[in-house]
């Protein structure tokens, strides 16, 4: 019940500032007004998050750890495992879901929501170790918990890369526009560690 209640409340607030953000604009958003719109208090949000910016990117990137690890146990088992966290992860930029587009030109256009949304990654990396584990009995942790880092890692490279290659239209103060589509970056990113991922998944023993 109490973590139930915790993760109702983590919503609310990320939802809120997700919603405020996109409304006035980031930086006429303050704490207070995105506690008092997901119904706690300054102090209740401040056990949450340590700034509006990792509030509004956690409305954005919320639920992304579930997310690839359900596409990474359902993939069938004949899909080598290098496709599998490929399409797992590059789906996660792909889909926006409830989310529109407009959430992440605004993250492009800010460079403290930049920062917020490129360390949300590590977010995903701990529970890609685990379905990793689960997906190919006989994989050890650590090599596990290793690719799930280097797959981070190459994230984290692709969205740098998006963000800071966005250009501003001179006509439109403000208003940018990526260079090139987020999906490809990151699958071009995550394309050296195919071999990585595919090396490292065990192989029945051989009949003699």
Same mark, same amino acid.
């Given at each position: ?26 930086d006429n958003v303050r704490v207070e007004e ?24 956690a409305g954005v990137a919320a639920d992304r @750890?579930?997310? /690839?690890? *359900? !596409? $990474? ?8 495992? +290098?496709?599998?966290? %490929?399409? &797992? ?12 587009p407009a959430a992440l030109l605004m993250i ?39 690719? @799930?880092?280097? /797959?981070? *890692? !190459? $994230? ?8 800071? +290659?966005?250009?501003? %239209?001179? &006509? ?37």
């Open positions: 019940m109490r973590e139930r209640k915790k993760r109702a409340t983590r919503e609310a607030l990320q939802s809120a500032a997700l919603r405020l953000a996109l409304e006035r604009g980031p995105i506690a008092q719109a997901a119904g706690v208090s300054p102090r209740t949000y401040n056990n949450y998050f340590a700034s509006r910016e990792q509030a509004i990117v @750890a579930v997310t /690839v690890t *359900a !596409a $990474v146990l359902a993939r069938p088992t004949g899909v080598s495992l +290098g496709d599998t966290v %490929v399409d &797992a992860v590059v789906g996660l930029y792909t889909d926006p879901g409830d989310h529109p492009a256009a800010s460079p403290a929501l930049r920062a917020c949304y490129v360390d949300a990654v590590t977010t995903i990396e701990e529970p890609l170790a685990e379905a990793l584990t689960a997906r190919c009995p006989g994989l050890d942790r650590l090599t596990a918990q290793v690719l @799930a880092a280097a /797959v981070g *890692a !190459a $994230v984290r490279v692709a969205l740098r890369q998006w963000l800071h +290659g966005t250009n501003e %239209v001179p &006509a439109m103060a403000g208003f940018v526009v990526p260079s090139r589509p987020l999906p490809d970056l990151v699958r071009a990113a995550l394309a050296p560690l195919t071999p990585a991922l595919d090396a490292a998944t065990p192989r029945p023993a051989a009949t003699p």
